[in-house]
C-alpha cells in the first residue's frame, strides 16, 4: 500500500491531505499535504511550531523512495491558538 501511495504522489503527481500525531512527548495532531506536482510538503501546526526535523527527515527519505528530486517545505496557512 505505501508503494503504492508513494508512486501516486509521485508519478502520478497526486496530492495528499494526512494528519500525523506528534507522539508522546508533544500530545498534538498536525496538518500535512504531500504535493507531487509541485515537489511540495505544506505543514500546519495549530500552535505555530515549526515542523520538527525528524518528521522531515523521515517524509523526505519516504517521498525519495519513490522520486529522485528532494520536495521543499512550506508553510500550512492555519488558525494558531496557543492555551495560556
Given amino acids: 500500500m505505501d508503494s503504492d501511495l ?3 504522489i ?5 496530492c495528499i491531505l494526512t494528519q500525523h500525531h506528534l507522539g ?10 504531500v504535493d507531487g506536482k ?3 510538503v505544506h505543514y500546519g501546526d495549530s500552535f505555530g ?3 520538527p526535523s525528524d518528521l ?3 517524509c523526505q527519505w519516504w517521498l525519495t523512495q519513490h522520486k529522485k528530486s ?3 517545505l512550506e508553510t500550512l496557512p492555519i488558525g494558531v ?3 495560556e
Fill in 6 to 8: 508513494g508512486n501516486e
Fill in 10 to 14: 509521485a508519478q502520478s503527481k497526486q
Fill in 24 to 33: 508522546k512527548d508533544q500530545l498534538h495532531w498536525v496538518s500535512l499535504i
Fill in 38 to 40: 509541485h515537489d511540495t
Fill in 49 to 51: 511550531d515549526d515542523m
Fill in 56 to 58: 522531515w527527515d523521515a
Fill in 70 to 72: 528532494l520536495f521543499t
Fill in 81 to 83: 491558538s496557543r492555551a
